[in-house]
């Protein structure tokens, strides 16, 4: 098969299609056979085309067609598609009703009754018949008892509104209309009072108010920025990968638990240490050992300081007078007698004054 003829039979089923389509759009079914009927209307009231037709609100087809009467140009004429399975009496009515109170109309065949041999043939007329818009949707013997139960309802309001309860009802009404209109009179000449108090004050707050609006128009590059800003770290987010922020999460809160771990462990050695220097030292403070007896007895301390004190006498004596400790004599040469010094470290200060 060449290219040329591929390309005619794809553009035949490409128009069938589009053919198909569009009839099955406006409403026709070019599968099902189907058999047309004329109506003569005076007014179609904005009937359109492929508005259904039904019989006893069942769709049995549509409105195919619709022009202007050659012979005057004014009567409309409608062409009606219906299944070619549905049998239509001639004296059959196409009545024109509304289907909602929005719009939208449809065709209701009325059948006169049945037939089997005489029945309208495709291409017959119909008579035309049109129900209001309370007619659509109130059936043709139920409008008078409705007209009726208005009319009853009308005069029953009429007589209370007539009677001696009625005129006081009205009266009290008008009374209380005026209390109202009285009290809106007084609201508005507090209101007019109140603005030619403070208004001052609301132009300064208008002045201010045009001020923050101007400081705002001023930070319009600012706020730009910042939602350029925040627009940026959205999409910075939504690039980040999830599962990887997840993973790391997952990893430092696993970390975080060991540490923890560790750390109550540290702090229970801890706690245990501290109870056992607590022990040693109620041990040492309440009991008879060796440390307790060091820790009670003063005259310890007084010998430690009295100690320390003859350690700094005797290191200060050694540093000032060295031959009282080391006589070294090489050429035999007699050493010279100690003299005591006038200040020695070693006597009290009392002591050298009497001296």
Do not use: W
Not at 289 to 318: C, H, I, M, W
């Amino acid at each position: 098969m060449s290219k040329e003829t591929r390309i005619a039979i794809l553009a035949i089923v490409a128009i069938t299609i589009l053919i198909l389509g569009y009839k099955f759009i406006i409403g026709k079914n070019l599968l099902t056979r189907s058999q047309y009927f004329y109506v003569k209307y005076e007014n179609i009231d904005q009937l359109q085309v492929s508005n259904p037709v039904m019989i006893n609100g069942y769709e049995v087809g549509a409105v195919n067609k619709i022009y202007l009467d050659p012979a005057d140009n004014t009567t409309p004429i409608v062409i009606l598609e219906v299944n070619k399975d549905i049998k239509i009496p001639k004296n059959s009515k196409a009545e024109l009703i509304s289907l909602g109170v929005m719009g939208g109309k449809a065709v209701q065949i009325l059948l006169s009754g049945k037939c089997d041999a005489d029945c309208a043939q495709s291409g017959d007329y119909l008579i035309p018949s049109s129900r209001s818009l309370l007619g659509s949707f109130v059936g043709e013997g139920e409008i008078d008892q409705y007209l009726e139960k208005i009319k009853i309802s009308a005069n029953q309001l009429f007589d209370s509104i007539a009677g001696e309860s009625g005129k006081k009802e009205i009266r009290e009404g008008v009374q209380n209309f005026e209390k109202t209109l009285s009290n809106l009179a007084h609201s508005t000449t507090l209101l007019n009072n109140l603005l030619s108090r403070n208004s001052g004050k609301l132009d300064k707050m208008i002045a201010s108010l045009e001020s923050v609006v101007a400081n705002i128009q001023g930070s319009n590059k600012e706020i730009t920025s910042i939602l350029k800003n925040l627009d940026e770290m959205s999409t910075g987010l939504n690039k980040a990968d999830p599962s990887q922020s997840v993973k790391a999460l997952n990893e430092t809160l696993a970390e975080s638990k060991v540490a923890i771990e560790n750390l109550q462990t540290t702090l229970k050695n801890a706690d245990a240490a501290l109870g056992e220097v607590q022990t040693l030292i109620k041990k040492a403070s309440t009991g008879d050992g060796t440390v307790a007896k060091l820790l009670d007895d003063p005259k310890l301390y007084q010998n430690l300081s009295n100690t320390a004190r003859q350690l700094e006498l005797l290191l200060q004596d050694l540093r000032l007078n060295p031959k009282r400790y080391v006589n070294v004599s090489v050429f035999g040469k007699k050493d010279k007698a100690y003299t005591l010094p006038s200040l020695d470290p070693a006597m009290p200060p009392d002591s050298l004054k009497k001296q």
